[in-house]
């Protein structure tokens, strides 16, 4: 298992065209019981797992490509792929399948693709036994060539034999030969048939074929037969741009032959596909998927190659951080990582995983920091495409290197500061390197992809240090531009950057919490914003009061607190007023702010609008919302109404309640002097002072309570006040003699009279002259 020449990766052709990696292992053939036949296997390289066992089947086409793949179809629509890491591993796994198939494996194909009807297998049956018949190869057979060409295009099994026909004779460098004739002859005709017959040959989407006509011998001359469009009054010039133009420029030398044919290769065949061939139409989309592939696999080696050799990686990135590089050079080192990371788009991702984490040992984001500065537009723009593919692909590498940064660098040379001072300082008048990089911090701040991170604190540290390190530079041009009431900067680029703060700021206090929170509390950030709302730009007004609904959006009675202390409404209000009804997107957002706190029942903005602004908006009567947060309003000021009535009802009850406990226990209290103990002088001292205060409570209580009974309280309070005294001066003698039970039973049937008052009134005044007599309550007490 550890022969690196059967070492392969398997690729998968996935819905979009585009080849999925499905692991590294080893693959073998050997003879499957359950499979009943001699099949495929491939076994992971980490824990030996099967990744595939395919039965090598008689009625399947298998492919060579490339002297390193075999490629093959598995039912309808599903292709798989091995690739080799050696030619001796693919020609050993080749020559099984062939002999499985009693094929020749000198072949690149072993047979002919399944039709996908009956009908065209049984009409391609009867006429597949003799092999296609090419015409000799002379200028006076063109137009035959390019008719025998077309019609052998109808269907799967003829391509395939017009295919082996076209590679077994030789055919491509045939008529390659009648082209350079045909160009000293001047004959048009003949270049306008030999266009359509090289567009057919691409046409049958044929590995074997492309490998011929890539050739570096023969590639331009491919590209001289597609010059001559019939439909083209006049023949293109791609030769022309390709040789001369399109120039190839070794930043570092390349020293290793292999990868730098293959590079020159790539962009030939990609000029090909991109720029020199008509556009397939909606029923040729997959006519040409080998060329997808062919390109597909050329840059993933091309990647594979330059990631293997350290030096020229580690020569590469000593040039980018040195001083002495001069501008232009510094481009192009920056150009080529472009390019080498726009390739390594095509790696699956664990290699792709492993191609970022090599660039970010050899330092690629401390680079990154010198180029994003620098004064060379071109430089500049390479710069931001190769960090949104780092951040795209892993944001928390980018991540963990600026949380590296806390202690050691200086706060402008800190990666996201940078970034954010580039976003701040871009000279493009549309504003398209700031709103690229605006999109990476709103990658780096986004909490979503903070989740599966292994380190479970990243999205506290990194947020931390964003709020700490970067905000301010972040919201410095608008603070900036809101010192007074009214914008300071109405000029297209600043309020165009101002709106991709504000559209920043926006994301951070949908997806933040208490960070964004602090910030815009303790910076009184939104009163700041709203300084837009006068602005002359209508989509910089819209910004800001995006920026305010999604604070309202919170139902935060933190931020409530905050708008309703600063007033925060009245430049809302102000420029709905100034809209003066027109209905366009300013009067709905406005509309539709107030509709929600009117929706979600938010009661302290609610009452506040309502409060201070109820004026200018009950004119309002073109939409219902006002007169609805009106309505709302007035019930809660009518709910808190009969809370407070019923909060004053209970408090009374509550109040009557415990005076009658006190009475009670002042009651219990006297029941002992009936007993006849003796009332000592500290006892007499503190039933004073409660008589003091009872019954003056008492006696409130029965003046609201009782109509027309004056001289009965008159006489109860003077017996109260003689009693009060006796009390008072007996509490001051040194001894006090021992109370008669005549007094004591007086002083107890007055204190009992006096709480009598719930019984019916008029029976009272019936029997008003016997309240205070002793025998009466006597009899009571028994």
């Known amino acids: 298992m550890t022969d690196t020449r059967r070492r392969v990766k398997l690729y998968a052709l996935n819905a979009e065209r585009q080849w999925d990696d499905r692991g590294t292992g080893h693959v073998s053939s050997s003879y499957v019981e359950r499979l009943k036949g001699i099949s495929l296997l491939v076994r992971a390289e980490s824990d030996g797992s099967l990744l595939l066992e395919s039965k090598i089947q008689p009625d399947t086409a298998y492919q060579k490509q490339q002297e390193t793949l075999i490629v093959w179809s598995e039912g309808d629509n599903f292709d798989l792929a091995l690739s080799f890491q050696e030619k001796a591993g693919c020609d050993e796994i080749w020559e099984k399948i062939c002999q499985v198939l009693g094929k020749d494996p000198s072949v690149d194909i072993t047979q002919d693709i399944v039709e996908e009807s009956e009908d065209e297998r049984f009409d391609d049956m009867s006429d597949s036994a003799p092999p296609v018949e090419l015409p000799p190869c002379e200028l006076s057979r063109l137009e035959e060539i390019s008719e025998v060409m077309a019609n052998n295009l109808s269907s799967p099994v003829r391509k395939e034999k017009l295919a082996l026909a076209i590679e077994n004779e030789g055919y491509i460098r045939k ?36 490998e011929v006509m890539f050739g570096e011998e023969t590639i331009f001359d491919v590209v001289g037969c597609l ?46 596909q991109d720029v020199v061939l008509p556009t397939p139409s909606v029923f040729e989309d997959n006519m040409l998927s080998t060329l997808s592939s062919f390109i597909f696999f050329n840059k993933v080696e091309i990647v594979t190659l330059i990631q293997e050799d350290e030096k020229f990686l580690t020569e590469l990135f000593t040039l980018l951080t040195d001083e002495a590089t001069d501008d232009l050079k510094r481009r192009d080192l920056v150009l080529f990582l472009k390019e080498f990371c726009s390739f390594s788009q095509n790696l699956q991702p664990p290699a792709k995983e492993a191609f970022y984490k090599t660039l ?25 495409d190769i960090l949104t593919y780092i951040v795209e692909f892993s944001p928390s590498v980018v991540r963990d290197y600026t949380l ?29 390197g700031a709103v690229q990089l605006m999109g990476i911090l709103r990658i780096l701040l986004d909490p979503e992809n903070m989740l599966a991170s292994v380190n479970k604190s990243e999205k506290t540290d990194f947020l931390n240090y964003f709020y700490k ?36 700021l926006s ?29 002359t730009h209508t989509f910089l007004v819209l910004c800001a009061l995006r920026f305010m609904r ?21 430049p809302v209000v102000d420029a709905f007023v100034r809209n003066n009804g027109r ?21 302290s903005l609610c009452s506040h609008v309502v409060e201070n602004f109820g004026k200018v908006l009950d004119d309002i009567d073109y939409v219902q919302t006002f007169k609805a947060l009106k309505l709302r309003y007035d019930q809660h000021q009518d709910k808190l109404k009969d809370r407070e009535r019923t909060a004053l009802d209970s408090r009374y009850r509550r109040d009557h309640r415990q005076l009658e406990e006190e009475e009670e226990m002042w009651f219990n209290e006297d029941d002992d002097f009936d007993d006849g103990e003796a009332v000592v002088p500290a006892t007499n001292e503190i039933l004073g002072k409660k008589l003091d205060s009872d019954l003056d409570s008492i006696g409130k209580i029965i003046e609201k309570k009782t109509d027309g009974n004056g001289p009965k309280l008159m006489n109860s309070s003077s017996k109260q006040t003689s009693i009060l005294n006796n009390l008072s001066n007996n509490s001051t003698g040194a001894s006090s003699p021992t109370p008669t039970s005549a007094d004591v039973k007086s002083t107890t049937l007055f204190k009992k009279a006096l709480v009598d008052y719930e019984g019916d009134s008029d029976e009272e005044e019936d029997d008003e002259g016997d309240i205070l007599t002793p025998s009466h309550k006597r009899a009571r007490l028994s």
């Open 360 to 384: 970010s040992t050899l330092g690629i984001l401390p680079s990154l920091e010198i180029t994003l500065g620098a004064d060379d537009p071109q430089t500049k723009t390479a710069s931001i």
């Open 175 to 210: 008529l390659l030969n009648l082209f350079h004739m045909c160009e000293d002859l001047e004959n048009t005709e003949g270049l306008h048939y030999l266009y359509e017959i090289f567009k057919n040959i691409f046409m049958l989407n044929k590995n074997a074929l492309f």
């Open 227 to 272: 010059e001559y469009d019939p439909t083209s009054p006049a023949p293109k010039r791609h030769r022309q741009y390709l040789k001369q133009l399109a120039r190839y420029k070794e930043v570092i030398p390349i020293t290793n032959p292999e990868l730098l044919a293959k590079i020159h290769q790539t962009y030939r065949v990609q000029y090909i």
């Open 469 to 504: 390190y970067s905000v301010h530079v972040l919201i410095a041009p608008l603070l900036a531009n809101t010192v007074e009431d009214r914008p300071a900067k109405e000029d297209y680029q600043t309020v165009q950057l101002l709106g991709l703060i504000l559209e920043l």
């Open 550 to 570: 999604k604070i309202i959006a919170l139902k935060d009675e933190f931020y409530n607190r905050y708008i309703i202390k600063g007033n925060l409404f009245a």
């Open 583 to 603: 209905y366009n997107l300013l009067d709905s957002a406005i509309l539709e702010m107030f509709e929600f706190i009117k929706l979600e029942d938010i009661r």
């Open 507 to 535: 994301f951070c206090v949908e997806h933040h919490t208490y960070h964004i929170k602090n910030c815009i509390l303790n910076k009184d950030l939104l009163r700041r914003i709203l300084v837009l709302m006068k602005s």
């Open 404 to 432: 590296q940064q806390t202690n050691s660098t200086d706060e402008d040379q800190m990666l996201i500061n940078v970034v954010i001072e580039q976003m701040i300082c871009d000279t493009d008048p549309e504003l398209g």
